[in-house]
């Protein structure tokens, strides 16, 4: 099937992709063939929720199309729009900010799941001074100038340039935990010594370690919302980007197809094979099973949600015009009457029942609340 969107995000073969038109069948290979649905394909419906965090590595350039590979090993067929209005590189720049090490520092405890690359010292271990020490030449520890770039060598470590996403960081330790997305998924995990940065690029901007003036802003620096987020002239093969996606379904196209919208820009419609929709994004409206747990499980489930898109039903806090409401709507009858009386002072304690479909932005303990993004509310209007 040919797509006419100018938008879309679509199976592509891995390694290959796009020739033959867009949604070509022949090309819609999945990278793990024995993937899963993540959801009863059988429930889809339009108005219905999805998200997903993605790691892309370019595979292949053909003017507006782009050909990508996924976390998941999966192909997609994306339209450069999306790559550039939706998603962080890890590549590119337009600034570079001299900062100090401890702003490199915190600039790395900030980076979550967004994509970014960092250039850093290995930790030495004896592994690296034996094969260091292998291939020198016994005679040259004689003279003054190589022994001592040999003992700067051997306690400085290797320079290592890493692309990944933030899993934690301790402080305590001064390191953090990333997954490097270049490595296999079994072993990809990797720790970077803050000590040794010496720059990381996030967000379109480059924090370098040195001297840093005086005007610098707040770090890091808040990107412009009214400018791209990286330029779209220096896309290159092997380029990397991350993206954090929510897409509502606005119609079921046939058996291959569904138009779909962000909640950001919910008129420009992009087409996206539903292979990718079942295999590879999260449903927020549709469950196979229910499970009753205790009232701390469930604040733990939606803490742990993070940026997933989730539907959740709660008891908004009592407030004068909930009360004001409900007395409004009473009657006579539930004041006398002991059950109905008991009944309406439940409902005045309970507050209103709301059903909402959102993504976690803040979960404070202390005030047993969350803050939420209502993905069904008006963009820039929506915080819960």
């Not at 209103?352 to 976690?360: A, G, N, Q, S, V």
Request: one cysteine or more; aromatic letters at 8%; a positive charge.
């Amino acid at each position: 099937m040919f797509v006419e969107s100018a938008s879309f995000i679509l199976r592509a073969a891995v390694g290959g992709g796009g020739k033959g038109g867009k949604g070509s069948a022949s090309k819609r290979s999945v990278g793990n063939k024995n993937a899963k649905p993540l959801w009863d394909p059988k429930k889809l419906m339009p108005d219905m929720y999805f998200s997903c965090i993605t790691y892309l590595r370019v595979d292949k350039i053909e003017a507006n199309q782009v050909t990508v590979i996924n976390q998941h090993g999966g192909g997609w067929l994306i339209s450069k729009d999306i790559l550039v209005r939706d998603m962080w590189s890890a590549d590119h720049f337009d600034q570079e900010i001299k900062c100090s090490m401890t702003d490199l520092s915190e600039i790395l405890e900030t980076c979550g799941d967004t994509i970014f690359k960092v250039k850093f010292k290995k930790k030495v271990d004896a592994k690296n001074i034996e094969e260091k020490l292998s291939e020198i030449k016994f005679a040259s520890l004689k003279k003054d100038a190589e022994l001592k770039k040999l003992a700067k060598e051997l306690v400085e470590g290797e320079d290592c340039e890493l692309t990944g996403h933030l899993i934690e960081s301790d402080n305590n330790l001064g390191r953090s935990v990333i997954i490097d997305v270049h490595a296999p998924a079994n072993n990809n995990i990797r720790q970077v010594d803050h000590r040794t940065i010496d720059w990381i690029i996030l967000k379109n901007v480059k924090y370098s370690n040195g001297r840093k003036a005086k005007d610098t802003p707040e770090l890091p620096i808040k990107h412009d919302k009214t400018l791209p987020r990286w330029d779209e002239k220096k896309l290159a093969v092997g380029n990397c980007f991350s993206s954090i996606s929510y897409y509502k379904v606005k119609d079921v196209t046939d058996k291959d197809n569904v138009q779909v919208v962000t909640p950001n820009n919910s008129t420009h419609q992009l087409t996206m094979s539903r292979d990718i929709l079942e295999k590879e994004m999260y449903a927020a409206n549709c469950f196979d099973k229910e499970e009753f747990i205790s009232r701390t499980n469930l604040v733990e489930l939606m803490t742990n949600a993070r940026e997933t898109a989730v539907t959740v039903y709660f008891h908004k806090k009592v407030d004068d015009a909930y009360v004001k409401e409900i007395l409004q709507g009473a009657k006579n009858d539930d004041f006398k009457n002991p059950t109905k009386l008991k009944a309406l002072s439940k409902e005045l304690v309970k507050g209103k029942p709301i059903e909402m479909t959102c993504f976690l932005t803040k979960s404070e303990g202390k005030l047993g609340r969350s803050m939420c993004i209502d993905l069904n509310a008006p963009w820039g209007m929506n915080f819960r």
